[in-house]
């Protein structure tokens, strides 16, 4: 969960690059929607605000991925 989260949010130049978010918003992910809002449609504050969101986002599932894999590496470590 943690590897796929972060990868979806380092995921940009393959989308910009091959697909272009298309077609339609078909292969948009959320770093190519921050950069079409941005960048396309000149909307900096719903940018901006998306941003702190993803990062808050990504934040939790870290967070919550770290203390799931260390609460099972101590179970291991009582067991044994």
């Known amino acids: 969960m943690l590897l796929g989260s972060v990868y979806i949010i380092q995921a940009f130049g393959e989308i910009f690059m091959d697909t272009a978010g ?8 959320l770093p190519y929607y921050l950069y079409e809002q941005v960048f ?3 909307n900096v504050g719903v940018g901006a605000a998306a941003g702190v969101i993803v990062l808050i986002g990504t934040e939790i599932v870290a967070i919550f991925a770290l203390r799931l894999v260390s609460s099972l590496i ?7």
């Open 74 to 80: 101590a179970g291991t470590a009582m067991i044994g």
């Open 40 to 42: 396309n449609a000149y």
């Open 22 to 29: 298309g077609p339609g918003t078909a292969t948009t992910n």
